[in-house]
């Protein structure tokens, strides 16, 4: 009911509790024997494991070795390739710069050819301004003999110089003239080699063309006499042996009393021997048939590949007559296009030369009425020279006239308004 402090009496025939035995049963000994039976087995599985994965370690090896020496040498191979390349490349580089630089120095020199043409120009332009100074700025009233004097010295230096300046220019002349000459010569023998060129490739590619056709040709005319034979020909014979066969058994078999020998012999002489004569007549008849069926296939054999050629002859120029046709209406669009783009373009040439004709009228006509004032200005110089002429009479008349009429020319020419 309730649980005192105190403890209760205690009876002598209560129940107690019976203590088990610490003894272990026989199936707990079992699952330590599978246990440790399960791993021995475990470990010897992964010892043939791995003696089955690292055991050929050495194989392995020598077969990575050989790969990697066959690569080696592979790419040695390359390399000694690659060698002789560079050189030829090198040895091709260095005679392409030998010839640049030959160029590059003829080209420097006719440079330096133009740059010494062009300074002495520019000199003797100098030159010829001086002297026109000097022709201008010098008196006209001087002395006579001073004038013819100075004159002269003028023009034997002039004619120095001008012997001087022919003679550069026509050396010049002559150094471009064989400058043009290496370039056209060079230039014709590089067409000339590109031009062999390309029609020995045509004629190649002709060849190869040609070549191809033929050989479609003569495919098709195999196939074609091929097929002729294995359908027509062996189908058409095939029974030739056997037709052979059954009569030569009926010749054997027929009777001498069913069929009269009068054909091949007497009949007092073929009394004794019927079953003989049987025999040759079958064995002649039998030969001759063969001989004829020897013939017949043998002409038949020729008709069926004449005929085969024949086929793919006609399949080739049938090819042919279609790729005629076929380039005809190209190059009839093509003509078609050309003409249309070449009748555009003589339109607008014409039309173009007909502008500059109407502008050629317009400019001959503005040249007319400037030559018709020149006209005038040079009737008033005329004019104004026979003036000079009497009042110049006493001086060098003729170089001082000379100088006059220069300047006045020179002035009428320079300003024409």
Known sequence: MYNSKYSMAKFGLEAKDIQASNAKSCGYYIKYIFFFSSLIQLLIITGLVLFMVYGNKQKSH????????????????????????????????????????????????????????????????DALIICQKKVMTTPLVAPGNTCITQISALKKTHEGEKASLMLAKEALNQKFISLTNNCTTSTLHLQRELKQAQDDKLQSRLNEIKANREKNTLENHLQNYRTEC???FETSLRGINAVIVDFKSKIDTLRPEAFAFALLRA?????????????????????????????????????????????????RWKKDFEDCNRNRSDIVVDCEGRIKTLNSKNDNEVEGLMKD????????????????????????????????????????PKVILSLKIYQLNKQAFTNPN
């Open 230 to 232: 294995k359908e027509q």
């Open 357 to 396: 004709l109407k502008k050629t009228k317009e400019e001959k006509s503005a040249l007319e009425k400037n030559v018709s004032g020149f006209t005038a200005q040079v009737s008033n110089l005329n004019n104004q020279v026979q003036t000079l002429n009497a009042s110049l009479a006493t001086c060098c």
């Open 62 to 125: 020598e077969e990575q070795v050989k790969s990697r020496d066959h690569t080696i040498s592979r790419l040695s191979q390359d390399i000694f390739i690659l060698h002789e390349m560079k050189g030829n490349l090198t040895l091709e580089l260095n005679k392409t710069l030998k010839g640049k630089l030959a160029l590059d120095l003829e080209l420097k020199t006719a440079r330096g050819l133009l740059v010494k043409s062009n300074s002495t120009i520019h000199m003797l332009r």
């Open 267 to 315: 009949p007092a002489a073929a009394a004794g021997s019927d079953p003989q004569n049987c025999t040759g007549l079958s064995s002649d008849i039998q030969h001759s048939f063969q001989t004829y069926l020897n013939t017949f296939s043998s002409r038949f054999s020729e008709s069926m590949q004449t005929i085969s050629g024949l086929q793919a002859d006609n399949a």
